[in-house]
């Protein structure tokens, strides 16, 4: 099927601005296979049924809005103190002076920018894989760009326990940074790794996760997306998961004009576990907020758990957007499906859009979903001022309150509490 | 302490009339209970004195230390040393009882100008306080009344109460759900906290409470109004005869 003239258009000005790096090595043939993809998907466009609520001009357009970067040494860096192997990445690219050696005991971790070192590497089997089965029965073209054109990333292959976190941690210095990233983890059986990723990544950013978890491995990931305003950011992690293992992730989106978060889960091993969380905050007061969280879960395995739990709060005219699917295939008995979202408005300005779906064909099966829209309870609201508190504070409380069902999502205290300490200091500095 | 005069409130949404002049005089010292038929006002008088939303004061003032209390926010009633225990404490997950209490108490210091307590001495305070009303670790951890029984919910009114030492203690139907030992236990709470500088309203619908709490006066409200005052001996007779007597009576 041809694409429709404008699409067309769009993803031939994009392409024409993208290059496959040089020196792609071994991932030269799962990038030409990406852009092949794309050239047939076509760039996303407000008619598709999954872009309806977020208009996705600002990452199809060729140069990315500018975003100047935001001072955050007001706030000491997240999970100060605590253990961690450290990569940093400034407007995308690596910074090997400020990033730790990338060593350690039952890890292996490469660049996707050296792959042209080698014609053979163990992520050249992964590498694009996921990301192309997931491009159904949904269109992911954002994805396959990624894959085809992604700069750097980190390559990082788990055979054992990691004592310490991977921490990726993201700064943005440059007004006009477009940034590509790709990676991939690979959990081989019984592994276990919690990967950090911290901050923003540039101007625009596209970046891709993929996780493959293998039999009885763990993988704990936690994000926080930085506090800048201005920037645009697509991102998209696709995991896999084989039997008895287990994939967290959680997202803290906090601001940024634009954020569109994917996550795309398969379990393919029977007795897995699942679950996706993210917490959402956004005030449109100064600078516009929208934020899109789509996930889409498959159940391909019996007796798998998958649980989403998302979560915004908005204020002053923010936008958040939820499309959720669970999609339970025939084999796929015992499944246990739960999924909530739900959003806080803190004024009429506001609007959360929520597309909740259940796709069932197994008989015996436990799924739920619900979604809900709400105001701050006034009853809460008055008792807590009755006992003393100031409205504002009151008020704050009760936000810290209904996101709190997303932080518990998060297995280590330590990290759900310095997110915490981030969300209060976000009311802190949006107090009405 | 607290003189409430001519007090007329009506529902902001609604064309309707529930309290039709409340005169009340509440002592420092003292214990005063209000008595008197479902649906009469008491509840309202509660929460009108403690700033609720959705009442309109048509007339009447509620003065403390020379100001009107009823000009002022929520908050600042609590700073200023109001307390109400609620007839239906409210429920809010996600924020622990003890991080709620914490924040309450130093939110009152604050607004007065005094020190905010540090956590080491706070959970010091709270765990004695707790103890004298039976309140274990659990309940100070899980979330603001969620889960708790009837009885639960008004110890840790209680607890409120105790921990932030207000000067107006009003108590709503604080005995309704509760069987004999828990009430004898909020009882007793409520005894520890009389001062000659602190002052109680006591509402409740049944005498029962107020064989544990001695009041020193008794007044009986109905339809929106006091109808009659007196000293303890008015709650027996209420016990013994119900309001219906006493009422055609005051008629
Ligand atoms: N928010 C409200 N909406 C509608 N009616 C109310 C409201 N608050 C009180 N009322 C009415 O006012 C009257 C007094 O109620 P209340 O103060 O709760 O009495 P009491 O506590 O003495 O039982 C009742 O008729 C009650 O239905
Ligand atoms: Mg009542």
Sequence with gaps: MALAKPTQDATDARLDALSIPQDAGWSLAARQEALGRLKLMGMPHRRDEYWRFTNPADFNAVAPVAAPPMDVSDEKPLYEGMEQLRIVFVDGVFDPEASDDLAGEGIEIARLAEAGRADIHWARDLYGLLEARGQSPVDRPLCALNTAFATDGVLIRVTGKVSRPVSIVYRHENATSDAILHHVVQLTEGAELTLLETGCVAARANTVLETDVADHATFHHVRSQGRNHDRRAATAGFARLGRQSTYKSFTLTANGAMTRNEHVVEFTGDDATAHVAAAAIGDGADDPFHNDDTVFITHNAKNCESRQVFKKVLKNGAVGVFQGKILVKKDAQKTDGYQISQALLLDDDSQFLAKPELEIYADDVACSHGSTTGAIDEEALFYLRSRGMPKARAEDLLVLAFLAETLEEIDDEDIAAALNERLAAWLDRHAS | ?251
């Design chain 2, 1 to 251: 302490m607290l003189k409430i005069s001519n007090l007329h409130v009506k529902l902001e949404e609604e064309d309707k009339q529930i309290l039709k002049g409340v005169d009340l005089e509440l002592e420092a010292g003292k214990v005063h209970a209000i008595m008197g038929p479902n649906g009469s006002g008491k509840s309202t008088l509660s929460y009108v004195l403690s700033g609720r939303e959705g009442y309109e004061v048509t007339e009447g003032t509620a003065v403390l230390d020379g100001e009107n209390i009823l000009e002022m926010e929520p908050e600042e009633r609590a700073a200023a040393g109001v307390f109400l225990a609620f007839q239906y404490p409210v429920e809010i997950p996600g924020v622990g009882n003890m991080t709620f209490m914490r924040t309450a108490v130093n939110a009152q210091r604050k607004a007065r100008g005094e020190p905010e307590l540090n956590s080491a001495d706070f959970l010091k305070l709270v765990r004695a306080k707790a103890a004298d009303l039976q309140i274990d670790a659990d309940m100070l951890k899980r979330p603001v009344n969620v889960g708790f029984s009837g009885g639960e919910k008004k110890r840790n009114e209680i607890l409120q109460m105790a921990m932030l030492e207000p000067r107006m203690c009003i108590l709503d139907e604080t005995d309704s759900g509760l069987d004999v030992d828990a009430m004898k236990l909020v009882a007793q709470g409520v005894n520890a906290l009389r001062d000659p500088n602190r002052a109680f309203l006591v509402i409740t619908h049944y005498q029962r409470l107020l064989d544990h709490i001695r009041p020193d006066v008794v007044h009986i409200m109905s339809n929106g109004r006091i109808v009659t005052s007196g000293g303890p001996e008015l709650a027996l007779e209420v016990e013994k005869n119900g309001y219906t007597d006493l009422l055609a009576e005051n008629a």
